[in-house]
């Protein structure tokens, strides 16, 4: 996924959940695009290079193992706040979460208003 500026448009869409420490945000893609793709924001207080970089690991590993039960054509923004580290099982358990919960707002958002009558 591209950098900061697309971090920032998806970020924008305030299509946002957290469960504990892990956050998301979702967008559509833009056209043309046929698969979701992750990004992952994890900055220093999270911890050192090797922890930031394990956490990075298993929360890519969870998406993969998620991906056929993803939704096509949406951007996702993984946000990580401070934690200990844990099982690859805990990050899919709170991509699952996280993924139902956005996708439900951006449903609700995107759901035709009701008419006036």
């Known amino acids: ?6 971090f920032k448009l998806i970020l924008d869409q305030n299509l946002r959940s957290w469960d504990g420490p892990i956050g998301m945000s979702i967008a559509p893609s ?20 090797v922890k930031r970089n394990r956490i990075k690991r298993l929360l890519r590993e969870a998406f993969r193992a998620l991906r056929a039960d993803w939704p096509t ?11 200990e580290t844990g099982p690859l099982s ?13 996708l439900t707002k951006h449903q609700r958002r995107t759901a035709a208003p009701p008419s006036a009558g």
């Open 30 to 49: 833009p056209e043309g695009v046929k698969i979701s793709r992750l990004g992952i924001s994890i900055g220093r207080p999270v911890g050192n290079a």
């Open 73 to 83: 054509a949406y951007d996702v923004v993984v946000l990580v706040k401070p934690h």
């Open 1 to 6: 996924m591209g950098g900061r500026g697309t």
């Open 90 to 102: 805990h990050y899919q358990k709170s991509l699952i979460n996280l993924k139902d919960r956005c």
